[in-house]
C-alpha cells in the first residue's frame, strides 16, 4: 500500500520560500506510471491543485496562478519529491498535501495526511 | 471564484436521500474530462469517494453514486447516516487552464 508523508517547517516567514518534501513508501516513485504533485488547502476553505511532475520523465505541470514561484522536483535514489514555493504571502498559509494521480484527468489515488505551513509576517 | 461550482451546503435526515451537484463549463465537464468526488471529514485528508464519473473504489458502499450530464455533475447519497456529515470536492480537468479543477466544496450536515 503506497504511503505518502509531508515534512517541512510549519512556519514560514513572509516573502521566503517555502519548501516541503513528500517521502514516498510502499512503492517506488520512479515506476513510471504516476504523477506525483502537491494539493494545498487554505484554513476553512477549498482545495487547489498546485501541480507535479512525472517522475520518469522529469515533466512538470503547474498551476498557472502559481507557475512563476513553484518548483516541483524529485529525488528518485530516496524515493522522495519535493515542492518549493517562492514570495510566500499569508495567503499561502494553507495546509499542504501530497498527492499522486495517474494523468491530469484522473483522481487523486493517494494522500499524505497534510501539513499545516503558516506564513508569518 | 471556483471553476466549478457546488452548492456551499446541503443537508438531510437519516435515511433520507441528497444530491450534490457540480456545475462547469465547455471546457472542463463538458469537454468530456472526467469528474471525480472526494469525501473529506474534519481533519483528515479527502478520501476518494467517486472516479470516472460513476465509478466507486473499492470499500465505497453503493450509498454513493455518482452522474455527469453535459456540463455538470452529480454526487448522490442515499440512506444517510451521521457518519455521512462531511465536506464533499469534485475535481476535473479544465483544458483552457490546463490545470486540474476543484469545486468549492459542499458541507453535507445530517439532521
Known amino acids: 500500500q503506497l504511503q505518502l508523508r509531508e515534512s517541512g517547517p510549519g512556519l514560514v516567514k513572509s516573502s521566503e520560500t517555502l519548501s516541503l518534501t513528500c517521502i514516498v513508501s510502499g512503492g517506488s516513485i520512479n515506476s513510471g506510471f504516476d504523477y506525483w504533485g502537491w494539493v494545498r488547502q487554505p484554513p476553512g476553505k477549498g482545495l487547489e491543485w498546485i501541480g507535479s511532475?512525472?517522475?520518469?520523465?522529469?515533466?512538470?505541470y503547474y498551476n498557472p496562478s502559481l507557475k512563476n514561484r513553484i518548483t516541483i522536483s524529485v529525488d528518485t535514489s530516496k524515493n522522495h519529491y519535493f515542492l518549493k514555493l517562492s514570495s510566500v504571502t499569508a495567503a499561502d498559509t494553507s495546509v499542504y498535501y501530497c498527492?499522486?494521480?495517474?494523468?491530469?484527468?484522473?483522481?487523486?489515488?493517494?494522500w499524505g495526511q497534510g501539513t499545516l505551513v503558516t506564513v508569518s509576517s | 471564484q471556483s471553476v466549478l461550482t457546488q452548492p456551499p451546503s446541503v443537508s438531510g435526515a437519516p435515511g433520507q436521500r441528497v444530491t450534490i451537484s457540480c456545475t462547469g463549463s465547455?471546457?472542463?465537464?463538458?469537454?468530456?474530462?472526467?469528474v471525480h468526488w472526494y469525501q473529506q471529514v474534519a481533519g483528515a485528508a479527502p478520501k476518494l469517494l467517486i472516479y470516472?464519473?460513476?465509478n466507486r473504489p473499492s470499500g465505497v458502499p453503493d450509498r454513493f453514486s455518482g452522474s455527469k450530464s453535459g456540463t455538470s455533475a452529480s454526487l448522490a447519497i442515499t440512506g444517510l447516516q451521521a457518519e455521512d456529515e462531511a465536506h464533499y470536492y469534485c475535481?476535473?480537468?479544465?483544458?483552457?487552464?490546463?490545470?486540474?479543477?476543484f469545486g468549492g466544496g459542499t458541507k453535507l450536515t445530517v439532521l
Open positions: 475535481q476535473s480537468y479544465d483544458r483552457s487552464l490546463s490545470n486540474v479543477v
Open positions: 498527492a499522486t494521480t495517474r494523468g491530469y484527468s484522473y483522481p487523486v489515488d493517494y
Open positions: 465547455s471546457s472542463n465537464i463538458g469537454a468530456n474530462y472526467d
Open positions: 470516472g464519473n460513476n
Open positions: 511532475i512525472y517522475s520518469y520523465s522529469g515533466s512538470t
